[in-house]
Each structure stands twice: as C-alpha cells, then as structure tokens.
C-alpha cells in the first residue's frame, strides 16, 4: 500500500468520513455518501470544500464513481473551482458527455487555465463548430497556440506536446540563465530541462537540470550543453515517439515543426499514457471490442460489438459449410460429429498463442532479418512438437472411449497436421496484414481462427470418411 | 520518423555502411554485416570502434539482432569495454546465456560500473552460488547496497529503487543547497527532485528542481518545500508503485524503509518498463503464452504452451462428452452436428469480447462500486441485445439454407440463451477469480469458453430434441 501523505480533507483526524481512500486504494464509500448528500442538499460550499484538497486525477476518480446526473450536479457545484484537467483524467465517453452538457463559454474559461497540451486534449473530440466557438471565445495568443497545436494530424507529436518551455541561447552564462529563470513569472510549470537555440529556435543543445545546478555560475551554457540529443518532428505519431522514450530513457524531449524550430516538447507523463493506450488498444482490438471502456453506454457497446460479432458469424457459417460438405461421413459415423470440436479448439488455441506472440513482436518493432527467421523456424517446430503431443494424448483417450484404435490414429493424425496449420498461420496472417499496412492485431484473430477450424474440420473428417471409406 | 541527432558512427559521412538505422528505425542490415565482419576477422579495435558511439539500449538491440555465437564474440571482443546496461535491455533469455557464458569476476568488474538498480536487475535471475560469489567480489559498500535492494521481495518497489538520491536539511538555505550540490562529486547520474529530510532520513518534504531553480539564493529550504507529497514503500508491488506514478504523474518517489526511512528512489524510466510488462502480461496470460519472448528458445516455448493447451485439451474433451449425450439426436438429424459450431463460436467471441473488458477494467482499478453494478447491467442488457441481433441473423439464414423455419427458430433460440451467457460469465468468471486473489487474466479465457462451448452445445442439441421430439 502507498504511504501516501493523504491530500484528502483531514485525513489524519480520525474521522472515517473524512478519509478519502480505503485500505485497497478504492475511493470510500463513506467519502462518496457525504459527497452525494451533499449535492443532493444543494450544499455547494460544502462540496466545493470536500473536492478542495484532491488532484485533479482524484477528482477524475471520482466523476468516474458518479452516474450521470451527480457528475454534472458536481461540476455545477464547483462551478469556477472546477478544475478542467480532472477531464483529462476520465474515460472519453465521460468527458464527452460533460463537455456536451456545458455551455462553450464556460468550457473556454475552464480551458484558458489548462496547459496548452491538456487543453488540446479536451478540444480534439469536439464537434468542429463548438470547437470554433470555445476558440473564439480565448485571448488571441492562446487561440493561435491551440489552433497549431489543433492542425497537426490526430494522435501526432505535435497534439500531444506542451507549447511552454525554457529556450535560452548558448552564449549565457549559468548565472545569467539562472537569474533569468528566477525573475521570470511565465515559466512552465514543470520542466526537466532547458534547451539552448539560436536566434531561430533550431535547437543546439539540452541541459538536464541537474547539470546545470551543479555547475558554477560563471560557466558558458555552450561548453555545458548536451549536444548529443535526440528531437521528435511534431507530424510524427505519438507511439514512433513514445517508442524514442523508451529506447533513450528520456523525461523530456523537444518537439520541432518541418522547418526544424523548436515548436514544444513532450514529458513522460503524457508518454506514460500513449504506451498503456498503445498495449490496451492491441489486447482490445484482439478481442473484437473496438475502442472501448467500461463506463461507455449500453448502445455504444453493441455498436462497438457487433461488426466484429457479424465477421464471425459469417465466418462460422462458411466453416459450417465445410462441415456440411461431410454430412454424408457424419451420418455414417456419429462419433465424428461428437469428436471435431476437439481438434479445431486445439487448433484455434495454438493458433492464438503463436498469434499473439507475433502480434506483440510485431508492435514492439522486435521482429527484424534475423529475428524473424528464427521465429518462424521456431513455430514451425513448436507446431510439430505440440501437434504429436497432443495427438498422442488425444488418440489414447479416444481409443479407450470409444473402444476403436483406428479412431484415435485418426483423431491423432487430424491433430499434428491443425497444430502445424495453426503455428504456420499464426506467424504468417499477423506478417502479411503488417506488410498490407493493416494493424495485425485487429484482424489476426478472425483469419487465423477461421483457418485453424476449416483446416480442423476437413483434416479430421476427410481423413476419417477416407479410412473408414465412408465416402 | 525521429528526427535523431543520430548516436551512430559517422551517420552525416553520406556513407552508407556507417549508418546504424534504416529508414524504418530498424537496425541496418549493412551495418550489420560489417560488425560481424569485424567479429569473423577478430578485429576487436574496429569492433569497439563502431559500437562505442552506440547508447547501451542500443547495444542491447544489437544483442538481440545477432545469434549466440556472435553475442558472445561481440562481448568478449569488447572485454573491458563491455557496459553491462546493455544487458538490462535485452530478452531475459539472453540476459542469462550471456551472464552464464561469463565468468563470475567479469560479471562482478562490469556489475561494479553499474547503478544499483541496474546492478539488482541482473544480479536477481542469476543462481544463489553465482550471485553470492559475484557479491563478494565487489567493494564493501555495494555489497552491502546490493544486498539489501536483493533481500525485498521479488517484483517490489524496494528492488526496483535506485540507492542514489539527495537528501538535505530543511534548515538550509537555496544557496547553501545549490553550493553543495556544485562542490560534491558523488552524486546520482539524474535526478529531478531532493528530499528534505530530518536526522534520521524521514522525509520532510520533496524539491523539485525547477521550483528550486527559481528561488532565491537566500530562501530557507523548508519554506519552499513540498509538503504534500507521495512515497512508496519498499515492501510494495512494483504495480502499486506504477499506479502512484500513473494517479499524480509522477517523474520521481521516494522509497522507505519500514520505520519510515527514506531508502531510495523509483524514477519513471523504472516504471515506464514496469507499466509496459503488466499490459504486456495480461495480453500473454490471457493466450496462454507465458512468460515468453520471442528470443526463447523452442524447448522453452513448448513447455510455456503446453500446459495451456493440456487444460484446453481437458475442456475440450467435457464439451464434446456433453455433445455425445446427443448421439441419438444427431444420428436422427445430422444437420444439427452441421450447424451446432455456430451457437459455440459465437458465444465464445462475444463472452471473449465481455471477459476482455472486465479483465482489464480488473487490472486498472477501474471497478469499484457504481461502476462494477453498471458494468454488469450493462453487459446483461449488451448479451440480451447481441444474442436478438444474431438470433434473427441466423434464424433467417438457416431457415433459408435448410428450407427449414423452425429450424431457424430453434438456433435463434440457442443463440439467445448462449450470448445471455456469454455476457454473464464474460463478467462473473473474472470477477469471481480476482475475489479469490488469483489473477483473472490468466484462467477467465478457459472457463468462460468452456461454458459458452457447454452451454452452446447443450442448448441448440437440447431444444431441437424436444422441439423435433428426437429424443
């Protein structure tokens, strides 16, 4: 559990309404039945001073807690006080839904307060023409500021970045720059690093803080400066960017426009969600649940739902089909029918695991020359290996069940070539759907489930009607 | 694409051998090529040459692009010049060959070079023996260091803590603090924060280094700190950890000891990796791969499959054991056996879609009270919904393909009652799993399968027997 210094309202007066968080780090119940009464009661200064205390990802928590009608009862509450960035914090069907139900005026004066990329983020969902209004409604500097921000391509560097940060130029000295960073009231509100420009903001140098503190004053920015550093371009995607984070341990990193002016930079903090976003899209996208989270409306659901439902319907039905072409074997022979699923579970299973592990290589850009040859060789061999696992086991059981060797050899014969099929196609579907420029976690699943229970179906009965000349 | 001051040899020459990544970012073939060239030829100057420039996660992606032959050339080749950070970059498989390759004093010279929490993360997968004959080879002080970080639990914040931090006196003054931190050569290779602590290293306050910059020579210390701050325990969960850093976006916490001692620090480049692996896990457990990287080995690979693929080998067989209750009925209307993989599959796809939902929403924290009653309301109504949908969908399609409308009826039917189920079992099974503390990303995806298979089966075979009375 976090030792954490609880900014909740008196946490450590020992009354149980008043704590904000329980033993598991759930927002209180207690906490919540106070703060829904008082919303009831109308009591605003009561309100006002129970969200007072929390950060703006608290207050994010607990708009989550509420349903719909308490939520905006809460942001009428605090009415100035609220703070925009909580909706940053919550799930985007949530600040969809309060966005929506404010005028743009007061969403205008609750975004002249945010920071530039927190204000982007709440402003990029808009419809065009609210959008509009809530700009016209800002002071001119912050107006063009969003608006360039605003022009970059959606989930680009430059949507993501922070416009404020220190440029200085190289011929300062240490002392220079700290007396300026100490009377200057416009500074951004955190910041990592300073970067060192010239007269065109192309960028010379970083300077992580803690170099610069712990050098004298007298020294020369430009004999101090990091001059191996790395840039993101504003047009690139925040994930290639998130990826530069990562492979370099960054904090901060500046963000330049196409002519190479230093334009804003990127923090971890915003990075920290493009890479959780970037895993939970993939594992979403392999289920078939689109873009979606747990607060969204019932409606949504189902819309999100239901296409990848109707491309396995459609795919059922053909694998149906090929079941269809054996009717014939299988009325012969019941036991086939009672049999079959077994090898195309297995085989989808399999199949899934190579899947997977493909997809995520794939996303994490491990799968270069060397690499992938030795992975595909590997599956190609696990496939076997599993395969006559599997069939050995699978044929024993058969055996004994129904009596009959020669349905086990056959059941076992279905199940080495499906686990072969399913290591080779879960490599080579997520592959060529990368090649096609499609992300391979969104259709892997379908194609190579499909094949893995057509290949299981005909393998199993064509080899069955064929031993038993069923046909 | 990153606009990259690149690191790489001579990357402006214009000759294209010395460029280190293509235009994808992916390591140049040629590049390649030419090391091991220098490798074969044992022409160790030139080896160090062109991997000198490189950063160390660079160099792990170097590792990772060569075979084990060629790793081990690579490293011995450098010798002395080897940084062993590079090994914390790479799979865990080739972390161990490589550490087990080297001898026990080679590992302790380059582990000395290391910071502590690098140091711990290659010290902690190795044997006891080797550990302990590592450990005490190295100076006093690090032994010591290394040895406590090692005596936490697997996985907690206490082993992934750096040791280096700043800590200073709350009666100091900025000028004081800043004159120190000029004049003490033994300080943190980064850090974005100090702690203000008392005499026996309980933390007072914390100082960010930008607010420190911007304040006066002579402003007392503890008039500017921060008071309001958050700090993990040495004994907690990496992942607990990670939410503190993800729930104030964090750069940096202190850890502490139990008496409440600051012993350390969690930098978010820790947590970036950490966040990035508990996604990345629930991906695995929920395909049943295991802890598995696409560099193991085939034998490795086999035993993480095989177990899943046993208990799917188990279901598999119950499910078709519930379809041999129908033998009679199939053997009297063998389109059933043709048609019956539809109501599975489909309730398998959509109790997936719920399960995926869930199990994420689980590993976020999200389901607390209010919104765990909605969610279950909501996939009720999204199950009832799905299963109308499709219920006429394939009611008409099979009404049409087998000329037949009350067989229509009767899948539509089936379909009904399996995605009420599949959405019902989508959420019970995971919920149910984690009240039993076990990790509901792991075994969800087997029982709500096996139970939209079972139920599947169960209720298309059971109502066309009692609707065409083949009973």
Chains 1, 2 share one sequence.
Request: charged share 25%.
């Amino acid at each position: 559990m976090s030792e954490e210094f609880d900014p909740a309202p008196g946490s450590n007066t020992g009354n149980e309404n008043d704590v904000f968080r329980d033993a598991d780090g759930r927002i209180s119940a207690l906490w919540l039945e106070r703060l829904r009464a008082f919303l009831e009661a109308g009591r605003n200064d009561d309100v006002a001073s129970v969200m007072e205390p929390l950060h703006h990802s608290e207050v994010g928590d607990v708009l989550e807690q509420l349903d719909v009608a308490e939520r905006l009862a809460l942001v009428h509450a605090l009415d100035e006080k609220f703070d925009f960035s909580a909706l940053t914090e919550v799930d985007e069907s949530i600040r969809l839904e309060i966005m929506e139900a404010l005028p743009n005026a007061a969403i205008a004066r609750g975004v002249a307060e945010l920071d530039n990329d927190d204000a982007v983020y709440l402003l990029e969902d808009l419809e065009d023409i609210d959008r509009d209004e809530i700009l016209s409604a800002l002071p001119v500097f912050e107006r063009l500021t969003l608006k360039r921000s605003l022009d970059f391509p959606e989930d680009s560097a430059g949507r993501r970045m922070q416009t404020d940060f220190i440029a200085i130029p190289p011929f300062w000295t240490v002392g220079q720059a700290i007396d300026y960073l100490r009377a200057e009231k416009d500074l951004p509100d955190e910041f990592y690093q300073l970067y060192v420009v010239d007269a065109s903001y192309t960028v010379l140098g970083t300077l992580p803080l803690d170099k610069f503190l712990r050098t004298q004053r007298v020294t020369k920015i430009d004999s101090i400066m990091n001059t191996n550093f790395v840039l993101v371009n504003a047009e690139e995607d925040q994930e290639e960017a998130a990826r530069s984070f990562e492979r370099y341990d960054l904090v901060e990193v500046g963000v330049v426009d196409e002519s190479g002016r230093l334009v804003g930079v990127l923090t971890i903090d915003d990075i920290v969600d493009v890479i959780q976003e970037e895993a939970e899209e993939d594992i979403r996208l392999m289920a078939g649940v689109g873009d979606e989270d747990v607060s969204d409306t019932t409606l949504d659901t189902v819309k999100s739902r239901v296409p990848w439902l109707v491309v396995n319907l459609f795919t059922a039905v053909m694998v149906s089909l090929v079941i269809g072409l054996f009717n014939a074997t299988i009325e012969q022979m019941v036991a086939l029918a009672v049999l079959m699923p077994i090898v195309a579970s297995m085989g989808g299973n399999a199949g899934a695991q190579t899947m997977t592990v493909t997809v995520r290589a794939l996303a994490m850009r491990e799968l270069d020359g060397g690499r992938l040859r030795r992975l595909i060789r590997r599956e190609m061999v696990v496939g076997v290996a599993n395969g006559v696992i599997f069939a050995v086991l699978i044929g024993i059981v058969t055996a004994f069940r129904y009596g009959d060797v020669q349905l086990g050899i056959v059941i076992g014969m279905a199940m080495v070539i499906n686990m072969i099929v399913a290591g080779t196609f879960g490599i080579l579907v997520p592959l060529a759907l990368d090649k096609l420029k499609a992300d391979p976690a969104i259709a892997s699943a379908v194609f190579v489930t499909t094949i893995t229970d057509v290949i299981g179906f005909f393998a199993f009965l064509g080899i069955a009607g064929l031993w038993f000349g069923l046909f």
